[in-house]
């Protein structure tokens, strides 16, 4: 199941489309309304809370900008055994 469902998901991220909307996606979280409401007094593991949103968010960017590399890498590897890159 794990290869048939990465396989999905490494195909869809391809897409434009996802990268597009995973953009918009960063750009609204890091603006007005997301940053107002995490912008508490509130302290969890003697971090601020807003910190802590920018340092998750951070790191959650990290790891979508890896799957789309995986993405491009596992494309790439397809068209090499199928013999049509240049």
Do not use: C
């Amino acid at each position: 199941m794990w290869p048939i469902l990465k396989t999905l998901l490494f195909k869809r991220l391809r897409l434009k489309e996802s990268w597009v909307i995973f953009f918009i996606l960063g750009i609204i979280m890091m603006n007005y309304p997301f940053v107002t409401i995490f912008n508490k007094p509130i302290v969890v593991f003697h971090i601020p809370f807003l910190y802590l949103y920018f340092q998750i968010g951070w790191l959650v960017s990290i790891f979508v900008i890896f799957l789309f590399t995986k993405a491009i890498d596992m494309s790439e590897r397809e068209k090499d055994e199928k013999g049509e890159r240049h």
